[in-house]
């Protein structure tokens, strides 16, 4: 039989109130991992209700004492890593050294936002007036829902939640429904570092029954979510409606740009890590190469060929280079668009799942190639989320630019020249939030920003120097110790 897990509210590991449950399974092979409460809004109504009478002793604490408390999460995330590592791949499918990086984004993202409790620095400026003081600082908004995917089941939340609560808000974390078992540990952990009970809450559940509630929910005044850009802009638009902060990080397209003079093993090393690690589910995932006419041929009959040798199965064999999508629906939408992709390019590689033994039982299919696409191809311009790679010829870097920027989506980028000029060139004028030079599309650091431009956000960035923008208010001071009354504006114009 599977475990039975529970919602965590004010300090308490709860069922739902309906008592209602959901399953979560492996997707390499069918297996049932865990049964989870399948929450509703009464159950977020008791979640916000603890996040909101923990704020007020939390939002107090100092920062340096909260940050320890995310700092010894960090330790206690190191000393398990591999744990955590081996069930992320049994519950989301990834292979194991991407697992493990997942996690080592959580320690990184730790040990970061936990120096950050002795920073958030303010600003102080001069007065116009004598004797007056002037200064700003960082204050928590008050109680934060944070609404995550499963690709990223415990890298994504760290992101988010870490930030959050160094900054002295309180939060209910709302997980995909196919990662249940990522965000138990990663709250379980929190519990374990002395996290007083309220201040991180998990509810688990559905999208509607959970995820909706939290963001209509009047006492929650603050979003985070990840995810798809169909539910972010409707997450957008209730948000605006009811005036709350809302930070989005949703859908990309992101493009290799592979000149003629580049070093194309480099670039076929590059294209087939961004195009198939994570089984092409990572939101910077590069699903479209814009390669120079001249080496078009050339660089797409090397990647079609390692993209068939990439060898697929359970993500916890050390041999496994490509683990399963995470679900059913995963492997409907990627069959989809290689039907649709059959009419709009030639197909090199893959293009079907594998019908072999074990593999039959999971969610595989086979790394997929197309050449010869045309720029606005649907291939070669909607999200897939899945193992598909378009093939573009361009004519020049000029074009290349062009074809990157006219997608909706402005995630991550990339471009593979030996001349310095055109390299410079690129990092100016393309329109992603993640430029990479001679590197693929995947791989962001969790000390630099994270975000994209046009359709994938919307205009906030995590992780980074930014990280506490989403999760503080500026508060501007100024203290008057002059004694009498002076006017701004007025007294001294
Ligand atoms: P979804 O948008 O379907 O789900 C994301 C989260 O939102 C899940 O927790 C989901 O719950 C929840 N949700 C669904 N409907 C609602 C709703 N009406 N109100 C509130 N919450 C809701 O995305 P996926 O999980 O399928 O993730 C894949 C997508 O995420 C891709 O488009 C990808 O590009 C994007 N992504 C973007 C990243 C970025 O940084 N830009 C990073 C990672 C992914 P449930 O699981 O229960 O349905």
């Not at 995932?285 to 080496?295: D, I």
Request: aromatic residues 8%; hydrophobic residues 40%; neutral net charge.
């Amino acid at each position: 039989m599977s475990e039975k897990f529970a919602n965590y509210v004010g300090g308490r590991w709860v069922p739902a109130r309906s008592g209602k449950t959901f399953f979560n399974h492996n997707p390499a092979s069918g297996e049932v991992l865990g049964e989870y409460p399948a929450s509703g809004p009464d159950d977020v109504n008791d979640a916000v209700a603890a996040a909101r009478a923990a704020y007020a002793t939390w939002r107090l604490t100092p920062a340096p004492r909260r940050a320890e408390i995310v700092f010894r999460a960090g330790e206690i995330i190191r000393a398990r890593k591999e744990e955590l590592a081996r069930a992320m791949t049994r519950e989301m499918g990834k292979i194991l050294i991407e697992t493990r990086g997942d996690v080592q984004e959580g320690i990184d993202m730790a040990y970061l936002a936990a120096g950050e409790g002795r920073r958030m620095y303010g600003v102080t400026t001069p007065s116009e007036m004598p004797n007056k003081w002037a200064m700003s600082v960082r204050a928590p908004i008050g109680v934060v829902g944070v609404v995550t995917p499963w690709n990223f089941p415990f890298a994504i939340p760290s992101w988010k939640l870490m930030p959050a609560l160094v900054a002295g808000n309180t939060a209910v974390f709302k997980p995909a429904g196919d990662t249940p078992e990522m965000a138990w540990h990663f709250v379980r952990i929190f519990e374990e570092a002395g996290l007083p009970g309220g201040v991180l809450n998990l509810v688990f559940g559905s999208g509607s029954q959970v995820g909706a509630p939290l963001v209509e929910h009047p006492h929650v005044q603050a979003l985070s979510f990840t995810g798809s850009t169909e539910v972010g802009l409707g997450i957008n638009a209730i948000a605006g409606r009811l005036g709350k902060r809302v930070t989005l990080e949703m859908g990309g397209k992101n493009a290799i740009i592979v000149m003629e003079d580049a070093d194309l093993e480099l670039a076929t090393d590059a294209i087939v890590w961004s195009a198939f690690g994570t089984t092409g589910q990572r939101c910077t995932a590069c699903s479209r190469v814009l390669v120079h006419e001249r080496v078009h041929d050339a660089l797409a009959q090397r990647v079609a060929a390692r993209a068939q040798k990439l060898k697929l199965g359970d993500g916890l064999e050390p041999a496994t280079e490509v683990g399963p999508l995470v679900n059913a629906n995963q492997v409907g939408t990627v069959e989809k668009y290689v039907a649709i992709g059959r009419g709009e390019g030639t197909l090199a590689a893959g293009g079907e799942r594998p019908a072999d033994g074990a593999l039959a039982r999971g969610h595989f299919y086979k790394p997929t190639v197309f050449t010869g696409v045309k720029a606005g191809a649907r291939i070669a311009v909607e999200e897939i989320f899945g193992p598909v790679l378009a093939f573009v010829k361009v004519r020049d870097l000029a074009e290349a630019v062009e074809v990157n920027n006219a997608s909706s989506y402005g995630l991550s980028s990339a471009i593979f020249t030996a001349d310095v000029n055109r390299a410079f060139a690129a990092m100016r004028d393309l329109d992603t939030g993640i430029v990479y030079v001679n590197h693929g599309t995947t791989g962001a650091e969790t000390h630099l920003p994270f975000g994209g431009t046009r359709g994938t956000g919307n205009g906030h960035r995590e992780a980074g120097h930014t990280m506490l923008d989403p999760f503080t208010e500026w508060k501007s001071i100024y203290v008057d110790f002059s004694g009498r009354l002076q006017r701004a504006q007025i007294d001294n114009a």
